[in-house]
């Protein structure tokens, strides 16, 4: 596992936050699927990390995504790719995602995350 974080923030939830998960493209190839209910454990500006019972077999396929969040108050869209998959206890998945963020989205997600703190719903490691 190869991490490219170069943000100094993650922002730990401290339950996880339900929220969905939409596959938009499979090794190149574009898909409409379901959405999918996932938690989502951190979050950063430049990524995240959910958990599922879902196996995406991302290990074995590049996995374009976009998690719905309802963070705070506002309806986020995170547009961004599966890094890596990793199997836990009782066959819950982690992975993790790298996010593509327009500067905007970034600025919205730092007023939630704002938010999120003062309500003492997240921690900063």
């Known amino acids: 596992m190869t991490t490219r974080r170069s943000e100094p ?3 730990t939830m401290t339950t996880p936050l339900p929220c969905w998960f939409e596959i ?3 090794n190149g190839l574009p898909v409409h ?3 999918a209910e996932v938690e989502l454990l951190d979050i950063s500006k430049s990524g995240c990390r959910v958990q599922s019972k879902l196996d995406f077999r991302a290990s074995n396929n590049q996995i ?3 998690v719905h969040a309802r963070l705070y108050e506002e309806l986020h869209l995170f ?3 599966i890094r ?3 199997e836990c206890e009782d066959s819950v998945f982690h992975y993790g995602l790298s996010l593509e963020l327009t500067e905007e989205m970034k600025e919205r997600l730092n007023v939630e995350l704002r938010s999120l703190a003062a309500a003492r719903r997240i921690v900063v490691l």
């Open 64 to 66: 374009q995504a976009t």
């Open 33 to 35: 699927s379901k959405l």
């Open 79 to 81: 547009p961004g790719s």
């Open 9 to 11: 923030f993650r922002y």
């Open 84 to 86: 890596w998959q990793k």
């Open 24 to 26: 938009r493209e499979i």
